[in-house]
């Protein structure tokens, strides 16, 4: 019936309705998944969120766009120190790196750090594009030498796709950037490997679909699940503003399509970017969902309705492993069919256990269908 080689299915549920024989199931089984984009911050935010994420996933690309940025190999292996150290004792979880680049980074920086096996990848922000982003690129057509290098030693760029100029809409700034920046970039150095992170886009999808295998995509939960009315529903909801921006409904539906179409370009990243409640909740709110506390539970249900649960591992853990040339991981990882409610805020604590701030999870108070069975 289904082709779910490496799923285990328990039978929730078979009853004959005419010709067609309807099947649930109650618990899947899959590879452990990675996360190929998430933000998992520093200080007290990252002591409170690195085991939610490293409890579920084997490995996570970690954003580099901290206050100041990771611009060196040095900053780098001190950075991947202080979250293996907020990852609690027994969770085997690796960190990749990510270098941010800048107008000045040298391409002989990213060469030594990915070679030398501390850099996975380098990441390209627009400068002034989102969070933490001043210190981006001002230029993309003025780097051609780390592009060149980046090239040579297949090291990954990744890129926050969207035009920095702020007369340009909201709404059409990845658009726009694809257009302008990212086709002469692929046709200029056609072996440079790039993933296009966060795609919110049907012009985004389209373009990843019709480009050579070097140009992979990542896919949030929240841009499967959310559309622009969201973030003005009843009010301002600043918990569903990120950057790229949510677009309309057609957009959203054109991602569910690739992200459960199975094709390898498009894998599991969640972008999970907590921000603690009162800079949320500001006259001047941070751009960022944290949905890293029921991500995996967050696609499932995604796969589940669209008839696609059977695509969630090459989705969440096969695809991306294979873009960056990486083998699989060899755990596995189960999701029970249970309603549960999603609780409204995960608390942060100082060094000393006093509670300062909060943060508030993508799904708050809405029920999921799947849960993570944790060991
Ligand atoms: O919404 C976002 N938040 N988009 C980004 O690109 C950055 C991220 C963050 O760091 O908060
Ligand atoms: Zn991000």
């Known amino acids: 019936m289904w082709a779910l080689a490496s799923f285990e299915l328990n039978l929730l549920k078979s009853s004959c309705k005419g010709d067609s024989f309807e099947v649930s199931i109650d618990r899947l089984t899959i590879i452990q998944p990675d996360d190929w984009h998430v933000h998992l911050r520093d200080g007290e935010i990252l002591s409170a969120v690195a085991s939610i994420t490293a409890r579920v996933f084997g490995r996570a690309i970690v954003m580099p766009n901290l206050h100041p940025p990771i611009t060196s190999v040095d900053q780098a292996l001190k950075y991947r120190q202080r979250i293996m150290n907020a990852v609690p004792p027994g969770i085997a979880f690796t960190p990749l790196m990510t270098a941010y680049l800048t107008d000045e980074i040298s391409p002989k920086v990213l060469e030594a750090g990915f070679l030398q096996g501390v850099f996975t990848a380098a990441k390209l922000y627009p400068a002034n594009s989102t969070t933490n982003s001043n210190d981006g690129v001002t230029d993309i057509r003025a780097i051609n030498s780390l592009w060149e290098t980046m090239e040579r030693i297949g090291m990954p760029l990744l890129i926050h796709g969207e035009i920095n100029d702020i007369e340009v809409d909201i709404f059409d700034r990845e658009k726009i950037f694809i257009e302008r920046y990212l086709e002469p970039l692929i046709r200029d150095f056609p072996?440079?490997?790039?993933?296009?992170?966060?795609?919110?886009?049907?012009?985004?999808?389209?373009?990843?679909?019709?480009?050579h295998s070097k140009l992979g995509a990542t896919i949030t939960p929240h841009h499967l699940h959310i559309n622009r009315n969201a973030i003005f529903n009843g009010g301002l909801r600043s918990d569903f503003y990120c950057l790229p921006v949510a677009k309309r409904e057609h957009h959203r539906l054109a991602l569910r399509r690739a992200a459960t179409s199975g094709k390898s370009s498009f894998f599991l990243g969640t972008d999970s970017a907590p921000h603690v409640r009162s800079a949320k909740e500001n006259a001047c709110g941070c751009a960022g969902i944290f949905n890293a506390l029921h991500a995996l539970e967050s696609y499932a249900?995604?796969?589940?309705?669209?008839?696609?649960i059977d695509k969630l591992e090459s989705f969440a853990s096969k695809n991306g492993a294979d873009f960056y040339g990486l083998s699989l991981n060899t755990k596995t990882i189960s999701l029970i069919k249970t309603r549960h409610l999603v609780r409204d805020t995960i608390e942060i604590r100082n060094p000393r256990g006093d509670?300062?701030?909060q943060l508030v999870p993508f799904h708050a108070g809405d029920y999921l269908t799947w849960m993570v069975e944790l060991e």
């Open 301 to 308: 249900e995604v796969f589940e309705e669209e008839g696609a």
């Open 355 to 357: 509670l300062v701030e």
């Open 191 to 211: 072996d440079l490997r790039v993933v296009l992170e966060h795609i919110t886009t049907e012009e985004a999808v389209q373009f990843v679909e019709a480009s």
